[in-house]
């Protein structure tokens, strides 16, 4: 039986240890940089926004890139958190990807050696 191609880009991107421990990581990150202003005053709270950004690079080096095309450096944060989502997701399917062919893709069952 032969699975849609929808079906395997969303098991290598969220199904796999690779993928779900990197999305963890920069959804970690995000919600941490969501919630720094709600408990700090101070004026350099925006920085921990670097974080979420640096676990995404260098897919997100395009979306910097795009901002900085199209906004002259001005883009809105919408743009920057919906590429910070965006790269993860492109990178977690890399990641998929990449323990998909290094684990070996077997079709079948899986057997016992005996």
């Keep these: 039986m032969k699975t849609s191609p929808i079906r395997t880009l969303t098991r290598l991107t969220f199904a796999n240890r690779a993928s779900a421990v990197y999305l963890a ?13 709600l408990f700090t005053s101070n004026p350099d709270a925006s920085l921990i926004w670097v974080w979420p950004a640096l676990f995404t690079f260098p897919a997100f080096g395009f979306v910097a890139w795009l901002g900085e095309a199209g906004w002259g450096g001005d883009a809105p944060a919408w743009f920057f958190v919906g590429g910070i989502v965006l790269s993860a997701l492109v990178q977690s399917l890399a990641l998929g990807a990449a323990w998909r062919a290094l684990r070996g893709h077997r079709r079948g069952r899986l057997t016992t050696a005996g």
């Design 25 to 37: 990581l920069v959804g970690g990150a995000m919600a941490v940089a969501a919630a720094e202003p």
